[in-house]
């Protein structure tokens, strides 16, 4: 900044120049401070402060990186897998209540049951040797005229068309004779081969054939003899669907067509596919 000196060889030239109030207030001034020199200022126009310095700018650690991140995707992964597993599990124990209350409407829960006989061929058999088949089974005898040939025609139209398709397992067709004392495995099998080749014919004990039919709740009675010391047997009239753990699945009456049983079978064998696989992922599980 630039100023203007006042030195005492200067004030007669400036006590001149001024009037006399002038004057005056002038050596006041120079009297009130007695310095030496005095400078006097000019105004001058000056920068105002200046800004605060700002702090430095931080590195943005996230630049560069998106949202979504492998431990993200770790994470959320693992926790979809543990909710789908929950849910898979919510609904298998759902089906299995169902099922088990749908058993229970039924009675399915006492149809059923082991059974020891003879078949055909001479040979002892018992209801185990068909774990892991499906089966069709029908009571019937071989002197009935006309209600058993058209359930056993139906029972093996019924096997040919599931044995047909390739997306389902073979079925077994077995009968077993309410008419123990005419009923002969000699005479059964020739009886069973005009109905199909696969079918398979039991006989047995008085006592024998009376526990497989209290099994399946199969009522049977021999009615009055003729002259000729023939008779007819009533009995139940319905063919039993058994799953490959030997239990009794369903049942098919006169008023069910072939077709029918067919579609039913098929959705029943789909069906323990699908409960079976899902037994096996949770028994993996854990």
Known sequence: MQGIMIGSS????????????QA???????????QPSLTLLRTTRTFSTPPPSQPPRREDVTKGKGPITWKSL???????????????YIRREKELAQERER????????IGGRFDLIDHHGTPRSSDDFLGQWCLLYFGFTHCPDVCPDELEKMAKVVDEVDAMKTVPDIQPLFITVDPFRDTKELIKDYLKEFHPKMLGF?????????????YRVYFSAGPRDDDD?????????IYLINPD??????YGQNKTAEQVVAS??????????????NSLFGGLI
């Open 10 to 21: 200067h004030l007669p030239v400036l006590m001149r120049t001024l009037t006399s109030v």
């Open 24 to 34: 005056r207030r002038c050596l006041q001034v120079i009297q009130r401070y007695p």
């Open 74 to 88: 770790l994470f959320t992964g693992l926790v979809g897998s543990g909710l789908l597993g929950f849910m898979l």
């Open 103 to 110: 058993k229970r409407a039924l009675g399915k829960a006492s």
């Open 203 to 215: 006989t047995g004990s008085t006592e024998k054939i009376g526990e497989a039919c209290r099994a």
């Open 230 to 238: 023939d008779y007819i047997v009533d009995h139940t009239i319905i």
């Open 246 to 251: 030997g239990e009794f699945v369903d049942y």
């Open 265 to 278: 079978v098929v959705f029943n064998m789909k069906k323990f596919e699908e409960i079976s696989k899902k």
